[in-house]
Every structure is written in C-alpha cells, then in structure tokens.
C-alpha cells in the first residue's frame, strides 16, 4: 500500500520564504496572507483556468496568486 501523506508530513510554516515578492508588500498588514500559502492552496484544489473567488479580498494576495497561476480571479 503507497505512503499517504498525512497533514503533518506537510511543512507548511515558510519560515525561510520571501513573502514580499510581486505586490505582496505594497500594504503593511498585521494578518497578511502568505503568498506562499496562497499558492499552494490554489495549486492543490484548482486547475489552469479555472475561476478562483476570494470574497474578503485583502491586500489581494490570492488574487494575485491566481493570476500567476493562470486561474481567473474574482
């Protein structure tokens, strides 16, 4: 039986990453939205194309994401 990875084997902190790259550091937020996060996420559940919806919006960082990842954004 394959090895499933269960969500710990999964290193998620992006602890090393540069979280200013593209427009992410236009607006100081306490909150923000890690755009390394923001990518993975739309990676993982979203194909090319398809239409990504970020109702509270923020800063923009998943919209963004989205747009890199040739994903529509709304």
Known sequence: MPHRKHKQDI??????ANTS??????H?????FIP????WIISKYSKEYDSIYD???G???ALVEARIRKRYAY
Do not use: I, V
């Open 36 to 39: 390394q996060l923001a990518e």
């Open 28 to 32: 100081s937020y306490p909150a923000k």
């Open 11 to 16: 290193d998620l902190s992006f602890k090393d």
């Open 21 to 26: 790259q593209y427009t992410h550091n236009f």
């Open 59 to 61: 800063c923009g960082t």
């Open 55 to 57: 109702p509270m919006m």
